[in-house]
């Protein structure tokens, strides 16, 4: 029995020491060695570097040393054992226990605890650990340690924090179709499209029972609306598409438009809207095939029977913006069948074309829809993305380094500036990057350029001479898809393209006038996904509607 010396460099400190024993002396009862694998040894107490250990045969529950005799056994090794202000070794009670005041990484080593009872102060060295072997089972697994730790809790902290800011960003950005938190069964909501609808069709109900005649229009009117519609399956879109641009326009803002309906068949009578009475009354054109032209004629019945839809809707695209040239409209807007019309969408556009004008003189087009699924993170502007990110990891480290040298020099180690440059900033960038561009970078509502990305051809509105350059490129073109042949002639000579933030258009229609268009395993059709999202947060208050972006 009695003191055995084991001071070295690496063992605790006498500070550190002198406070792991009045830990231990202020337990009460006894203390039992409870533990009979590995190293033999139950650590009963750690301060800073210093730990106890009672090593060796193993005690029943209510056995054991009593608390203050384990207390003065440690007092003893540190009188003996005190060497340039660090003590450590152990204590023989007999002759199988022990207790070592030795660095707790050789508590857990039977060659440094043998078969006695002994009490161990020792400093904790992470590396010399892993290289020893494994911790048996009575030390504190690495979970534990690591909430003992400032660095440790921090980075708890960090989890649980960023665990709770992903799932507020479920709750938030699920309407972003550029984010990963994007929620199909919830953002393709129809909202204030909805309450439009229900108007739009209270107006062509209303028309359906009226009398009244033609609206007065102006001898050269300031806008040629344009709609070319055909039979679709179910539902006709172009009656509330109708019926949205014209409900809530005022008599002066009605005399201004000029609105030509395209029937879109050989045989007009195939369509259900050809002989209602509201396309009578409210629309100033119905607008047919000329037949006496029978070349072209043939050639459109021929296209309709082979179902060649791309001839057919480059020449009806073609055919209906002549005929709006011929009006002497200033502006022409062409607007498909299958869309709603905010309230108030005239002066809107008015004003946004204005804004335009101001700001090119050789534009192409103001979109008044678009789809923002496309607006994400594209591909080919990662580069950029990754200098910026670069870039901010970068100048945290700087400012670390430089907060480290002129004040907080204890506070801030190095494993502090990694962690914080290497696992807490990149992991805010990826947050970041994964709530969506839309849901960070927003569009501003006004009047944008937008040469890419700005799907697709539901509204759009050209000058009168811009139209007549239209329908030059699409004679040209004779077959296609209008938005695309307009994008990549718009690209080679270099032609402005503007649109309108909040659209002032939302596509409604679930069903393609080309056909069906359901995507493999997927529950919603191809024509369905082309949606505004932003359309559907415009508010109605009395007769004016605002949007959370914009004022009115």
Sequence with gaps: TGVTCQTSSGSPTTGDVTDVINELRGGGGKCPQTNGEASDCT???????????????????????????????????????????????????????????????????KSQCAPNAVIMLGRVYPAIRQMLGHIHSDTPTHASRLLTTVAGRSLLGFLLLYLLLIQACRLVFYRDPTSAFFDPSRAYHHGYSIQRQRQADQFI????????????????????????????????????????????????????????????????????????????????????????????????????????????????????????????????AMIEDDTLAVKGWYPRAMAALDVADSKSTDWLYLRLFFTEKFFGWNSEFWPMYLLSSVTIVAAIAVLLLTLRRLRYNTLISNWTILTICFVYTPACILLYFMAGKLSMRPLPPGVHEMPNYGCCAQGMVFSSPAAARVVNKLKEKESGFVDMILEQWANQEKL?????????????????????????????????????????????????????????
């Design 496 to 552: 402005t393209r503007f649109a309108v933030v909040p659209s002032l258009l939302q596509h409604i229609g679930g069903h393609s006038s080309k056909g069906e268009d359901f995507a493999p395993a997927q529950p919603m059709s191809v024509a369905e996904t082309i949606f505004n999202f932003g359309f559907e947060l415009y508010e109605q208050h009395g007769d004016h509607v605002v949007h959370p972006t914009a004022n009115g």
């Design 43 to 109: 650590t009963l107490v750690t301060q800073g570097s210093a730990a106890i250990s009672i090593c060796g045969g193993t005690d029943k529950e209510d056995e054991g040393t009593e608390y203050e005799k384990l207390s003065q056994y440690a007092t003893q090794i540190q009188k003996a054992c005190l060497e340039d202000g660090r003590a450590g070794g152990m204590y023989t009670i007999g002759p199988d226990k022990r207790m070592e005041p030795c660095p707790n990484i050789l508590r857990a080593f």
């Design 205 to 332: 109900q209303a028309a359906n029972s009226s009398i009244k005649n033609h609206p007065v229009i102006l001898s050269q009117p300031t806008m040629c609306l344009g709609i070319a519609t055909v039979e679709r399956p179910g539902e006709q879109y172009v009656r509330p598409a109708f019926g949205s641009l014209m409900e809530g326009l005022v008599e002066d803002e009605r005399k201004h438009i000029h609105t030509i309906v395209l029937i879109g068949h050989t045989d007009p009578q195939q369509h259900p809207i050809y002989h209602e009475t509201w396309l009578e009354t409210t629309s100033d054109k119905i607008l047919t095939y000329d037949t006496s032209n029978t070349t072209q004629f043939n050639l459109l019945v021929k296209w309709e029977k082979e179902k060649d839809y791309r001839r057919k809707a480059i020449f009806d695209y073609t055919y209906l913006l002549e005929t709006c040239i011929d009006s002497g409209a200033a502006w022409i």
